[in-house]
């Protein structure tokens, strides 16, 4: 299920991780969001995965400043959206 940037994918790719929320929805229960955008974030490969791990770096060190969250962490419809 890795996404690369190849947009006739990308519904498929949403598709897969929304099934996947619904299947096993205490996988994400206590993580929110966040742990949905984290989950679905480690299959993407190519230049989405190179882009990526820069807003993956902002998360991490707004957790760690108890700052806000990048917009593509607060939801995972934002996290599509960035796709």
């Not at 929304?18 to 949905?36: C, D, N, R, V, Y």
């Not at 989405?48 to 939801?75: C, D, G, R, V």
Request: charged share 15%; proline share 6%; hydrophobic share 40%.
């Amino acid at each position: 299920m890795e996404f690369s940037s190849d947009k006739a994918q990308l519904e498929h790719f949403i598709s897969a991780c929304e099934t996947k929320f619904l299947a096993q929805p205490s996988l994400f229960h206590e993580g929110g969001e966040p742990a949905k955008v984290l989950w679905a974030s480690s299959f993407l490969s190519s230049v989405p995965k190179s882009w990526w791990q820069l807003i993956q770096k902002a998360y991490y060190m707004a957790s760690e400043n108890h700052t806000p969250l990048p917009l593509e962490f607060q939801l995972f419809i934002n996290f599509t959206q960035s796709l």
